[in-house]
């Protein structure tokens, strides 16, 4: 019996055998096993902080490999799958290797980055500073390995930046795409000083714990295990290098992040030694408190007015149109106008649906959504003392299918058709619209809007539009062709950033003050040390906003006049 059973099976295997044999055969494509992917270690990341100048250059160890030649790639097998041929990859080189510290162990979450210096002239014919371009980065994994692609030739540079280590740069040769070098760094640790400091009221006694943790969110004893981290860089204590702005959101604070003790009212933080900084306090993107210092300065003692912190209240009230009930997993998020980076997201719901916050007096954008509605959008003012009243009311998405009237024979590029909502008052509204092609080349469909009066945005040109939920209408959107606006000043001293940058923001805005152009930028000063900054708008009547960060605002009318560029001097800001 046992003898007749391994006969069967054999006989099985034989069949089984014969019939892969015939469905290889008869199929065009070659047959691939496939290989699960290698786990990989997760990468201990820092957050991104902008490039610095490279001051000494540690130790790199350079090993090229020969790039594959074009014979050996033209015979390699391509995999067709469904018809459609899959080739190479676009880019197959691959510069790659590990970043040490000085004892050999790895530097994980290193930010590496491959790019190249640009230099050139601006649109004036003034020389710019050289500045380095990225085209590929990433951060080490646990084992400090890295992995870039050579996306273009020439003469490129690979920079590294990682927390308590000094900068480090190598100059690489890229012949061709598919090179492949390896690259591996050797980084100095920096000295490292430590800020320590105090948190008092007005009259000098330390402030009460719950008080600590409503201003900085996270300060509690969790913030000592994972290194002063917080979900929001707008609300803690940082050691900046340059002066902080709110407008500029989360890419303004420039620095190192304290370790805050909620029960001591005291904080610490770690610096390169010999470091100037700025240690600043801030709650809801407003600065509470700030002393500068230098190494070997005392003990930094911030004094703070809790009662003025929460001199206002606002109450937002979220409701399904339909029901009047409050959809479940609503979420409320607060955000400075002109600044993407969230303030504050409140998901507990106070009885009959509303929300409560406490914040700075000020202007506030707050952005209610959940699943299956559309999300909305108003703009409220917070009063000294007072409480302001919001209602947000969440519908069925509405769509729009626009119809692109090119009134100067322009349309713009269908990868850059970006459009934007914001609602009667101004408010914009950053989440669930999307936008995508219709069925003309001319059209344009936008789905996730809500009901109500309202404007789309596209390329500075304006368009108002009244929806009723849960409907798809049809619009034409005439569009005029953006010009260039070119803004030349001068910088103020103490206005340009320890990395020579100057932060800057800027907006065009209807004479109803409905902005068209909301801009952040970061200006590098040319080598006559003016700055040049540019916005594109339709031709028109606007209103001209801009403010240095450091500096004073300016304010001025202004037209967009039918030449492709308009050029507008302003002072010192």
């Known amino acids: 019996m046992r003898a007749r059973g391994l006969a069967f099976g054999a006989l099985l295997l034989l069949a089984a055998s014969a019939l892969v044999c015939v469905l290889t055969l008869g199929s065009s494509a070659p047959v691939f096993l496939a290989r699960l992917p290698e786990e990989t270690s997760p990468a201990a990341a820092d957050p991104a902080t902008p490039p610095l100048p490279p001051r000494r250059e540690p130790p790199a160890s350079r090993e090229a490999e020969p790039a594959p030649s074009r014979q050996a790639e033209a015979s390699a097998p391509v995999a067709r799958r469904a018809g459609a041929e ?17 004892s050999g162990r790895a530097v994980a979450g290193a930010y590496v980055a491959l790019g190249l210096e640009v230099g050139g002239t601006d649109e004036d014919g003034v020389a710019l500073e050289p500045a380095f371009e990225a085209f590929d980065s990433t951060r080490t994994d646990a084992k400090g390995q890295y992995s870039l692609s050579p996306k273009r030739t020439g003469s490129g540079i690979v920079r590294v930046e990682a927390r308590r280590f000094e900068p480090a740069s190598e100059r690489v040769e890229i012949p061709d795409v598919a090179t492949r070098q390896k690259i591996d760094f050797q980084l100095i640790p920096l000295p ?4 320590r400091g105090r948190l008092l009221s007005p009259e000098g006694a330390p402030l009460n714990p719950w008080v600590v943790e409503a201003l900085f969110p996270g300060a509690d004893a969790r913030a000592a295990r994972i290194g002063g981290r917080t979900a929001s860089a707008l609300s803690w204590i940082h050691a900046l290098t340059d002066p902080y702005c709110a407008w500029a959101g989360a890419s303004g604070v420039r620095g190192e992040a304290a370790v805050i003790h909620p029960e001591t009212s005291s904080f610490e933080i770690e610096v390169p030694l010999h470091a100037e900084r700025i240690v600043t306090a ?21 004094f703070v007015d809790a009662s003025s912190r929460f001199q206002g209240r606002f109450e937002a009230q979220v409701l399904d149109a339909r029901t009047g009930a409050t959809p479940p997993a609503t979420v409320a998020v607060v955000r400075v106008p002109g600044v993407a980076d969230e303030l504050a997201r409140l998901t507990r719901v106070f009885p009959a649906g509303r929300f409560s ?14 699943p299956g509605f559309a999300a909305a959008a108003t703009r409220v003012e917070v009063r000294d003392g007072g409480t302001t009243d919001a209602r947000l009311s969440l519908d069925s998405p509405s769509t729009v299918r626009l119809f692109l009237d090119p009134v100067d024979g322009w349309l713009p590029e269908p990868g850059s058709r970006q459009v934007r909502y914001r609602d009667s008052r101004g408010a914009e509204v950053r989440t669930g619209i999307e936008a995508g092609g219709g069925e003309e ?6 789905r996730g809007l809500p009901p109500g009066e309202g404007y789309l945005v596209l390329a500075g040109n304006l368009l108002r539009i009244g929806l ?10 005439p569009l005029r062709k953006p010009r260039r606006l070119l803004v030349r000043f001068r910088p103020r001293d103490g206005t340009v950033g320890g990395d020579g940058l100057v932060e800057c923001s800027a907006s065009l805005a209807t004479a109803a003050g409905l902005p068209v ?14 700055c040049l900054l540019w916005l594109v708008a339709p031709p028109g009547d606007y209103g001209f906003r801009m403010e ?5 605002e300016i304010r001025r009318p202004v037209t967009v006049v039918e030449a492709e560029t308009t050029w507008l001097e302003v002072e010192s800001p």
Do not use: N
């Open 282 to 302: 801030i709650s809801s993107a407003r600065i509470l408190a700030s002393q500068p210092w230098r190494d070997g300065d005392p003990e930094v003692v911030l």
């Open 468 to 477: 009723s939920a849960g409907t798809e209408v049809e619009r034409r959107f």
């Open 192 to 195: 490292i000083s430590v800020i």
């Open 441 to 446: 080349p001319a059209s344009l469909l936008v």
């Open 357 to 370: 916050s406490t914040a700075p007096a000020g202007i506030y954008d707050l952005e209610a959504r959940a």
């Open 517 to 530: 152009v909301e801009e952040t930028k970061r200006l590098r000063p040319r080598r006559d040390g003016s």
């Open 548 to 552: 240095v960060c450091g500096g004073k």
């Open 86 to 102: 899959i080739g190479p990859p676009a880019f197959p080189g691959e510069i790659s290797g590990r970043v040490l510290d000085t």
